[in-house]
Nanobody, 123 residues
């Protein structure tokens, strides 16, 4: 079992930056690929970024490519999401998830989820 705890969300003006963190419990963190997703009210969960076990491969949708960067520190059991040039459309509850599948944008293939951290971008 993996427990995930997100942090780092908050209120920021458009054009600003935030860094989200997701701390994982357990000794097998480097056995999992990790992903970030977001969900706005009334919308489906949307893929934001994914990273493989070693951190050598990452994957982003076009909506955040060039603005968001996912990274991980396996010595700290933590995955990060650096978000720059934030837009009001990025406002959502952000979740991290873990999967034994290689980097994937499909939320149905993730086994464990955190409780989420709220990101609000004002115009």
């Amino acid at each position: 079992q993996v427990q995930l705890i997100e942090s780092g969300g908050g209120l920021v003006q458009a054009g600003g930056s935030l860094r989200l963190s997701c701390a994982a419990s357990g000794r097998t963190f480097n056995s999992y690929s990790m992903g970030w997703f977001r969900q706005a009210p009334g919308k489906e969960r949307e893929f934001v970024a994914a990273i493989d076990r070693s951190g050598g491969n990452t994957f982003y949708p076009n909506s955040v490519k060039g603005r968001f960067t996912i990274s991980r520190d396996n010595t700290k059991n933590t995955v990060y999401l650096q978000m720059n040039s934030l837009k009001p459309g990025d406002t959502a509850l952000y979740y991290c998830g873990s999967t034994t599948i290689f980097v994937t944008p499909n939320p149905g293939l993730y086994d464990y989820w955190g409780q989420g951290t709220q990101v609000t971008v004002s115009s």
